[in-house]
């Protein structure tokens, strides 16, 4: 039987598991709060399982290994330890607090909890807009599965592209969060296996020994720290300090940090989150597949193509076939948490702030249609993206997206859950000196490493809290402030 049929027939069963959990738990999606955040009855592990699927897109499994691969030890250095670190400890850090805080106001969305936490509706429509940056991420993940399932299926990768949104769209419309939880789990679990496959493939080089040699050899920078031909990892502030300070600050997308809304108790989160930081970490390792594919490949590949290529020549059509599908896992989990969230703030955010009170009924049908059309241009960037990558690869196309969304977030989210007395002004002004450093630093080529998206993140969180520290020093801290 053909690489192909196998992979057909693969595909075909994963879409009627998953498609039967989004129609069980349609019935159980009768509200916004359902819809956005689920009944809130479902086991800590369960959410945390799910965690682990959307902090782990296909990022990690076939674009993030592509950049170890291309600029060596600096990458895995960068993404995996320091970016591994910083997440780790933000996952710790604003869980319980976001939940608890949530919980109180009943808040469904990142915008809608900051707009509460502030009592800002203007703050709720920054980060309601700033949030359909995602879709530059959703971008990221439907290419790469595109080009893995396209040689897999013998299918041009935009047809794929279209398909995988149709049949996702739709999942997430019937299902909500409930049906996303339980389907992210079962797409963990299966995660965990190909990683397990995918990392023991290179176990027999350590064997061997002499990996960094075999690196220095076909380019001494692979095996340095730094990677000063890179783009991206040239010295240590790149390397270190922006992947680690991007890492704590990552877990302020909404469909990371809501997950803590999924919980029902505060003595959940301990389980939610030991479960989620363990398989995350198992699935990190996965970036040191690059340097197998480093060793394995003989001509150079294309960033974005580095592990369908090695997969084709590494494993037989059996196991190619099975590493696809924990591929189509690692990518859809994670799409279907970004859909979830943009339909969640078209219901939650977009249409109160402009219709004002309404049913959930009519909600609902608003964040349906809008999912709708945030697929639709998730396929027209995702065409352009397989025709004319930027830099080279998808990731950086999504990087300038999210990353700017979740270092605006990052800020009111910290201030509201550890530092309550700082004031709404401060907040809002903090925010603005984010984004536009951000802007600027882009716009006019400030230093060299201007291109970088992690270090436009880096500038302008630390330009945000230089307002915060100024704004404490000239008396902007609320007095009678409780903790948040």
Not at 124 to 150: E, K, N, P, Q
Not at 173 to 187: R, S
Not at 329 to 353: K, M, N, R
């Amino acid at each position: 039987m053909s690489t192909a049929t196998l992979g057909w027939i693969a595909v075909l069963a994963y879409f009627a598991v998953t498609t039967t959990l989004a129609v069980r738990n349609a019935r159980r999606t009768k509200s916004v709060a359902t819809y956005a955040v689920g009944t809130r009855n479902i086991p800590a592990f369960v959410v945390g399982l799910s965690l682990a699927a959307q902090l782990t897109s296909v990022a990690t499994f076939v674009v993030n290994p592509g950049l170890v691969y291309a600029y060596g030890y600096a990458a895995l250095l960068g993404y995996g330890v320091c970016a591994g670190t910083g997440i780790t400890l933000g996952l710790a850090f604003f869980s319980r607090r976001f939940r608890r805080q949530g919980t109180r106001v009943q808040a469904l969305t990142v915008p809608q909890w900051i707009g509460a936490r502030y009592e800002s509706t203007a703050l709720r429509w920054v980060f309601a807009v700033l949030s359909l940056g995602l879709v530059t991420f959703a971008t990221l993940i439907v290419v790469a599965l595109a080009v893995v399932l396209g040689r897999t299926l013998a299918l041009p990768p935009a047809w794929v592209a279209a398909g995988l949104l149709v049949i996702v769209v739709t999942g997430v419309m019937l299902g909500g969060a409930t049906a996303h939880a339980w389907t992210n789990a079962v797409q963990a679990s299966i995660m965990v296996v190909v990683a397990v496959v995918l990392i023991g493939k290179g176990l027999p080089l350590l064997a061997d020994g002499g990996i960094t040699a075999r690196l220095a050899a076909i380019d001494p920078h692979l095996v340095m720290p730094t990677n000063p031909v890179s783009p991206f990892f040239r010295n240590v502030f790149e390397v270190a300090v922006c992947n680690f300070i991007v890492g704590l600050s990552i877990v302020c997308q909404p469909h990371i940090i809501a997950k803590a809304l999924y919980l029902r108790e505060d003595r959940d989160v301990r389980s939610y989150l030991a479960t989620a930081i363990v398989v995350g970490l198992l699935f990190t390792g996965v970036l040191v597949t690059g340097i197998w594919a480093r060793l394995a490949l003989a001509q150079p590949v294309p960033i974005d193509r580095v592990i369908a290529t090695w997969m084709a020549v590494s494993f037989a059509p059996a196991m190619q076939v099975l590493i696809m599908i924990g591929l189509l896992c690692a990518g859809l989990s994670t799409l279907e948490g970004i859909l979830l969230a943009l339909s969640a703030t078209f219901s939650a955010d977009f249409y109160p702030l402009v219709a004002g009170k309404g049913g959930d009924r009519t909600a609902l049908l608003v964040g349906r249609v809008g999912l709708a059309v945030v697929a639709i241009v998730t396929a027209g960037l995702a065409a352009w993206q397989i025709a004319h990558p930027t830099a080279g690869t998808v990731a950086i196309f999504a990087q300038y997206g999210v990353f700017l969304f979740f270092s605006a977030a990052f800020l009111p989210l910290a201030c509201g859950m550890f530092l309550p007395r700082v004031t709404r002004p401060v907040v809002s002004l903090s925010v603005a000196a984010v984004v536009i450093t951000y802007f600027a630093f882009a716009l006019f080529k400030v230093t060299a490493l201007h291109n970088n998206p992690g270090f436009l993140a880096t500038a302008g969180i630390l330009a945000g809290w230089t307002v915060v520290a100024v704004g404490a020093l000239a008396g902007g801290l609320h007095p009678k402030a409780e903790q948040a």
